[in-house]
Nanobody, 123 residues
Framework: QVQVMESGGGLVQPGGSLTLACKAS????????FTWYRQGPGNERELVGY???????KYADSAKGRFSISRDDAKKTGYLVMNNLRAEDTAIYLC?????????????????WGQGTEVIVDT
């Protein structure tokens, strides 16, 4: 059974850095795309950015220049590196992975979500 789990959240001071990880487990063919979202207190879920298997990427304006997404396919893991963190980056960060599998005689690409990891930027 395929699962996705985030880790690496915590409390960090403004201006600090944090790296989140999104690890997929189980048997599958490939991870087509890692996408990071976040949901701050009282806010709707918003896109942070994504990275595709062929290196395509997109970032929200709020993340450009400060955040970067990378992946280690051997470890089945995607990363969100966050620098120069601000109070407004405080949120639950969620990972979505689009994963290709071959099961029941068919190829499919399915969405998998983690439970989220909390990032608090505060003094």
């Amino acid at each position: 059974q395929v699962q996705v789990m985030e880790s690496g959240g915590g409390l960090v001071q403004p201006g600090g850095s944090l790296t989140l990880a999104c690890k997929a487990s189980g048997s599958f063919f490939s991870i087509n795309r890692f996408t990071w979202y976040r949901q701050g207190p009282g806010n709707e879920r918003e896109l942070v950015g994504y990275l595709t298997i062929d290196g395509g990427s997109k970032y929200a304006d709020s993340a450009k220049g400060r955040f970067s997404i990378s992946r280690d396919d051997a470890k089945k893991t995607g990363y969100l590196v966050m620098n120069n963190l601000r109070a407004e980056d405080t949120a639950i960060y969620l990972c979505n992975a689009i994963i290709t599998q071959f099961r029941d005689g068919l190829w499919s690409a399915d969405d998998y979500w983690g439970q989220g990891t909390e990032v608090i930027v505060d003094t």
